[in-house]
């Protein structure tokens, strides 16, 4: 693991190969993106916000999608 894949406060995602890390997908490559300070949004409920955990329902504001 690289050292910003770890750290509080940040999304990291990955795409492709998962073979290396004990997964079942084999692909000719693999991709790690890393956002700091993100917002994340999971089923209309926010998660994140700016980095921070927003798990208190009574915290929502409407998705920006909704």
Same mark, same amino acid.
């Given at each position: 693991?690289?050292?910003?894949?770890?750290?509080?406060? !940040?999304?990291?995602?990955?795409?492709? !190969? /998962?073979?290396?890390?004990?997964? !079942?997908? /084999?692909?000719?490559?693999?991709?790690?993106?890393?956002?700091?300070?993100? !917002?994340?949004?999971?089923?209309?409920?926010?998660?994140?916000?700016?980095?921070?955990?927003?798990?208190? $329902?009574?915290?929502?504001?409407?998705? $920006?999608?909704?």
């Amino acid at each position: 693991m690289l050292n910003d894949e770890g750290v509080n406060g !940040t999304v990291h995602i990955g795409i492709g !190969t /998962s073979a290396n890390l004990g997964g !079942t997908v /084999s692909a000719k490559t693999h991709f790690d993106a890393v956002a700091r300070a993100p !917002t994340v949004w999971i089923d209309d409920q926010r998660v994140l916000s700016e980095g921070e955990f927003r798990l208190d $329902p009574a915290d929502d504001a409407p998705s $920006p999608t909704g």
